[in-house]
């Protein structure tokens, strides 16, 4: 059974910090592809960053230099570190995860197709002005 489970999300004031967990399991192999995105109210969902079967990370360029991923030792963990947030920042993260994918950027937005995702519950970061 694949599960997908996120934690840490909370209130911060604009311009701090926090650190996003998604733990995954139950894929046959331990390299997946992963993802972060976000939904606000009223507004469609976003990828923000997406690392690939080979390793390779890609930004959305709405949190390009603000964003950071990394995974913990026994790479089922995934970390998105959010610094610099800003109000508009504020929305459901969710972590989602597939045994296969094809990524390309356009128009500043992360793409991707391949392989059915499995969803976290999504967790809340709320940024206050």
């Known amino acids: 059974q694949v599960l997908v489970v996120e934690s840490g999300g909370g209130t911060v004031q604009a311009g701090g910090s926090l650190r996003l967990s998604c733990v995954v399991s139950?894929?046959?192999?331990?390299?997946?592809?992963i993802d972060w995105s976000r939904q606000a109210p009223g507004k469609d969902r976003e990828r923000v960053v997406m690392?690939?079967?080979?390793?390779?990370?890609r930004y959305a360029d709405s949190v390009k230099g603000r964003f950071n991923i990394s995974q913990g030792n026994d790479k089922n963990t995934l970390y998105l570190q959010m610094s610099g947030l800003k109000p508009e920042d504020t929305a459901t993260y969710y972590c989602?995860?597939?045994?296969?994918?094809?990524?390309?950027?356009?128009?500043?937005?992360?793409?991707?197709?391949?392989?059915?995702?499995?969803w976290g519950q999504g967790t809340q970061v709320t940024v206050s002005s």
């Open positions: 989602a995860a597939r045994p296969s994918c094809l990524v390309w950027s356009a128009g500043g937005r992360i793409m991707a197709s391949g392989g059915d995702p499995y």
């Open positions: 690392i690939d079967l080979t390793g390779r990370i």
């Open positions: 139950g894929f046959s192999d331990r390299r997946v592809c």
